[in-house]
């Protein structure tokens, strides 16, 4: 079993930024993919980004050139940079981490992230 904790959600005017964090309990090393999920009200959740092991990485369309993901295996912590913020983004955000692709995920509790126009 793995826990993922998360931080760094809030309030922020549009144009603003914010940085997620998501620390796992245990080491990352053996889980290829990590990654955030979001949900807004009346929403699917939808995949915003995703960072692989080997380094590669993945963004929703809506955020590329906005939002940057990395990992830092000796901390076992994931990071979401979220900058130039919409209030289209406004969602609850949901860390996860995957053994590989196919893989059920674990999840974080989610953090709310409210951008206001």
């Known amino acids: 079993q793995v826990q993922l904790v998360e931080s760094g959600g809030g309030l922020v005017q549009a144009g603003g930024s914010l940085r997620l964090s998501c620390a796992a309990s245990?080491?990352?090393?053996?889980?290829?993919?990590m990654g955030w999920y979001r949900q807004a009200p009346g929403k699917q959740r939808e995949l915003v980004a995703s960072?692989?092991?080997?380094?590669?990485?993945n963004y929703l369309d809506s955020v590329k050139g906005r939002f940057t993901i990395s990992r830092d295996n000796a901390k076992n912590t994931a990071y979401l940079q979220m900058s130039s913020l919409k209030p289209e983004d406004t969602a609850v955000y949901y860390c996860?981490?995957?053994?590989?692709?196919?893989?059920?995920?674990?999840w974080g509790q989610g953090t709310q992230v409210f951008v206001s126009s």
């Open positions: 996860y981490l995957r053994r590989n692709w196919g893989d059920d995920p674990y």
């Open positions: 960072a692989f092991s080997g380094g590669a990485t």
């Open positions: 245990r080491s990352i090393l053996s889980f290829n993919v």
